[in-house]
C-alpha cells in the first residue's frame, strides 16, 4: 500500500476532529495494519490558530505532523491528498489562487465544504492562473465529503458523495479508509448530500435543544443538573440501541407509556406543543437554505 502525505488547508473544528479522530485510531503505538497515510501537513490562516493545533497534537504524534500559516499553495504541493477544510465561501480565494492548479495536479482532493459541488470546485482549480514555472497540470479528482463533529470520538457519520469518473478506485478506497477511520461512512449520489448533510449537522445541533429542556425541567423538580445529565446519556444510548434493533420511533413510545402513566403525560404535552413537526419544518427550512445557497 503506497504511502501517502495527507494535506489540510484550513484546520479548525471540523479539519481538527478529522485530524484527531484519525490519529487516535490509526497511529496508536499498537496500531500496526498498513495504512494508506503516513504523514500530515496542516496549514491555517493565522500563525495562532497553527500554534493552537501544534500544541494540541500528542507527543507519540508530533512526528507525524508539519503545521504551518498562510502556506495554502506549498501545501497543496507537499501532500499527495488535499483536505479542504475552509470555510465554503472562500473557496474561490484558496482555490483561484495562482499555482493551485499546477499544485494539484492529478491529485486527490477531499472537499468538506459544505453546499459546494465538485464541479464548481473543479472549475475554480482549472481556471486558476499557471505557474509558469510548472509541468502542464492535469486536472484534480474532487470529492465531496461531510463528516461531522463526533469525528473527534470516533462517531462521525460521514456522507461522501457518489465519485465522478475522475475519481480512480484506489482514490476513492483511500478517502474511504480515512473517513473510516473516524466514525461511519454512508456513499449517497449527489443530489441526495445536500439533504443528508443537513440532516447530520441538525442531529447534532438540533437534538440539543430537547436534551437542554429536559435538564431544565429536571433541576426545576430539584435535581443536580450533571446526576441529570448522567442519567440522559445513558438513555440516549438505550434509545440508540433499541432505534439500532430496528424498533419504529413510535413502537418504542407506546412501549413505555403505561395506562395512567407519567410517560404518556410528557408525550401529550410535546405533541400538543407541535414539537414533532417543528423538527420536520427546522429540516425543510434548513434544506431550502442549502439549495438557495448553492
Ligand atoms: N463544523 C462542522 O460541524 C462541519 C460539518 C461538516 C462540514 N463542515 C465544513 O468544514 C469546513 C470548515 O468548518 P469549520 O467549522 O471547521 O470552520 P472553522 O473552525 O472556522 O475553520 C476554518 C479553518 O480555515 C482556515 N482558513 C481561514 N481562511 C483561510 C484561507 N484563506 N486559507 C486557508 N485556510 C483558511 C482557518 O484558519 P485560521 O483559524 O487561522 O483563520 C481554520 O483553520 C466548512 O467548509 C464546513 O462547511 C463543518
Given amino acids: 500500500m503506497a504511502s501517502q502525505t495527507l494535506g489540510f488547508v484550513g484546520c479548525g473544528n471540523m479539519g481538527g476532529a478529522v485530524l484527531n479522530g484519525i490519529l487516535a485510531a490509526a497511529f496508536t503505538k499498537t496500531s500496526t495494519e498498513p495504512k494508506p497515510i503516513s504523514g500530515f501537513i496542516v496549514c491555517t490562516k493565522t500563525a495562532g490558530s497553527a500554534a493552537r493545533i501544534k500544541s494540541s497534537i500528542a507527543a507519540e504524534h508530533q512526528d507525524l505532523i508539519e503545521v504551518v500559516s498562510g502556506q495554502n499553495v506549498q501545501t497543496m504541493r507537499d501532500a499527495d491528498i488535499v483536505v479542504l477544510g475552509c470555510k465554503p465561501f472562500m473557496a474561490e480565494e484558496v482555490l483561484g489562487e495562482r499555482g493551485v492548479r499546477e499544485a494539484l ?6 472537499s468538506m465544504l459544505a453546499g459546494q459541488s465538485c464541479e464548481n470546485l473543479t ?3 482549472k481556471d486558476a492562473p499557471g505557474d509558469t514555472h510548472a509541468p502542464q497540470a492535469k486536472d484534480p479528482a474532487v470529492m465531496k465529503v461531510i463528516p461531522n463533529m463526533g ?16 475519481v480512480s478506485q484506489s482514490m476513492a478506497e483511500t478517502a474511504e479508509w480515512i473517513f473510516n477511520q473516524i466514525g461511519k461512512v454512508k456513499f449517497l449520489a449527489p443530489e441526495q448530500t445536500g439533504l443528508a ?3 447530520v449537522g441538525a442531529t447534532l445541533a438540533t437534538l440539543t435543544l430537547p436534551i437542554e429542556g429536559l435538564l431544565d425541567g429536571c433541576v426545576a423538580e430539584g435535581f443536580k443538573r450533571a446526576d441529570a445529565m448522567e442519567m440522559v446519556l445513558q438513555g440516549i444510548r438505550g434509545l ?5 434493533s430496528g424498533a419504529h420511533p413510535a413502537v418504542v413510545r407506546e412501549s413505555i407509556s403505561s395506562p395512567r402513566g407519567c410517560t404518556i403525560q410528557t408525550l401529550l404535552s410535546l405533541e400538543k406543543a407541535g414539537t414533532r413537526s417543528d423538527f420536520a419544518e427546522a429540516m425543510i427550512r434548513g434544506n431550502k437554505h442549502l439549495k438557495e445557497n448553492m
Fill in 197 to 199: 448533510t443537513v440532516l
Fill in 123 to 125: 472549475r475554480i482549480i
Fill in 240 to 244: 440508540s440501541a433499541l432505534l439500532e
Fill in 151 to 166: 469525528a473527534q470520538f470516533g462517531e462521525s457519520m460521514t456522507i461522501i458523495e457518489t465519485p465522478s469518473d475522475a
Fill in 105 to 110: 495536479s492529478g491529485k486527490l482532493v477531499i
